[in-house]
């Protein structure tokens, strides 16, 4: 059973930057596993927002995240990252990682069904 737990959410303004972290239990192998960041705004779906390949460190953004936010992996920390700039009023939601056993798919990375496990979620909020 893979264990996710995320961390760094939290209240800023518009324009401001945090950085959220997913740690996987250490029995879960990273190396070739896609991993990706949800949210969940209330009263609306979860989506995705951004996704990356560990086996070859290809990368996945949803357009309304493109050039602001940033996933990345640490291997040897079993640790998945979003760092996020320029936040938006928009970006308020509850953000979730979740992780599956196989590569990422170019056309369904954004789609929860993709995905085997998933975190308990950390609260990002954005004032104007």
């Known amino acids: 059973q893979v264990q996710l737990v995320e961390s760094g959410g939290g209240s800023v303004q518009a324009g401001g930057s945090l950085r959220l972290s997913c740690a996987a239990s250490?029995?879960?192998?990273?190396?070739?596993?896609?991993m990706g960041w949800f949210r969940q705004a209330p009263g609306k779906e979860r989506e995705g927002v951004a996704a990356?390949?560990?086996?070859?460190?290809?990368?996945y953004y949803a357009d309304s995240v493109k050039g602001r936010f940033t996933i990345s992996q640490d291997n040897a920390k079993n640790t998945l990252y979003l760092q996020m700039n320029n936040l938006r009023p928009e970006d308020t939601a509850m953000y979730y990682c979740?992780?599956?056993?196989?590569?990422?798919?170019?056309?369904?990375?954004?789609?929860?069904?993709?995905?085997?496990?998933w975190g308990q979620g950390t609260q990002v909020t954005v004032s104007s």
């Open positions: 979740a992780a599956d056993g196989t590569y990422c798919k170019t056309d369904t990375w954004h789609l929860q069904y993709e995905y085997n496990y």
């Open positions: 990356i390949y560990f086996g070859g460190g290809s990368t």
């Open positions: 250490t029995r879960y192998t990273y190396s070739s596993n896609c």
